[in-house]
């Protein structure tokens, strides 16, 4: 049994785990026209502190959290592989909450220097549990555009299918509470409508770079100190090393 349910964690976090973004808007700031990537910042931000640069593939790295940062011993390294496959939403709008709008999409292939990862995984009778961190950086400041709509969209993905070549699944967005951390920040619930866990992400966006937290787990309610806890850790490596 505690394979079945191991099976079906990992299947849900490959599949929720598609690195995209969400975001809180600037009402007075008119979106985009469809099909264009608008590179903007906030009127007067300047970007000039350490952690809003853009960075290498060596620091994003030694900015990440290691296995002895996890929770308590029961963790260990998480080896899953998962192929990189397009996924469609219906409703369309949704892609945008995971950052996985043609928007998004285009920018990440045109701009993205730097994309690593930790993931680290937990066995329990209960199926256990993953948190993933990653860090990606851009030779453009990351659109705060992305971030405006997916926020917007929240709201429109109560329900929700995200569909890939390997199988969909059926989920629930919620909006979560979480601090302000870099020059933006989100969180959101992904919880599936078919088994008993959610996915909770953590988006931070600091100039040129963007840290995204996620945990898969079974509990009634989403852990916003402890993803705050590794985002504000990578922002505090990122500071020491740019």
Request: with cysteine; hydrophobic share 35%; aromatic share 8%.
């Amino acid at each position: 049994m505690l394979a079945t349910h191991h099976r079906r964690l990992a299947a849900a976090f490959a599949v929720a785990a598609i690195l995209p973004l969400a975001g809180c808007g600037d009402e007075s700031t008119p979106p985009p026209d469809p099909g264009t990537v608008t590179v903007t910042t906030e009127v007067g931000e300047a970007l000039d502190l350490p952690e809003q640069q853009e960075i290498d593939k060596a620091t994003a790295r030694k900015a990440l959290p290691t296995l002895a940062d996890m929770p308590d011993k029961t963790w260990h390294v998480d080896t899953s592989t998962f192929g990189n496959h397009k996924s469609t939403y219906d409703p369309p709008g949704c892609a945008s909450i995971l950052f996985d709008s043609p928007e998004a999409r285009t920018f990440t292939d045109d701009h993205r220097t730097v994309h690593e990862q930790a993931r680290f995984s937990q066995n329990q009778p209960d199926g256990g549990g993953i948190i993933a961190t990653y860090v990606q950086s851009f030779d453009e400041p990351y659109p705060l555009s992305l971030f405006d709509d997916a926020g917007e969209e929240v709201t429109s993905c109560a329900s929700y299918t995200q569909s890939r070549s390997v199988g969909e699944s059926k989920d629930a967005a919620t909006a979560i509470t979480v601090p302000q951390l870099g020059d933006r920040t989100f969180g959101v619930r992904i919880r599936s409508r078919e088994y008993d866990h959610a996915v909770d992400r953590l988006y931070v966006r600091s100039g040129h770079n963007v840290i995204t937290v996620l945990a898969l787990s079974r509990a009634k309610s989403y852990d916003g100190e402890l993803m705050t806890r590794y985002a504000q850790g990578v922002l505090d490596d990122l500071k020491k090393a740019t």
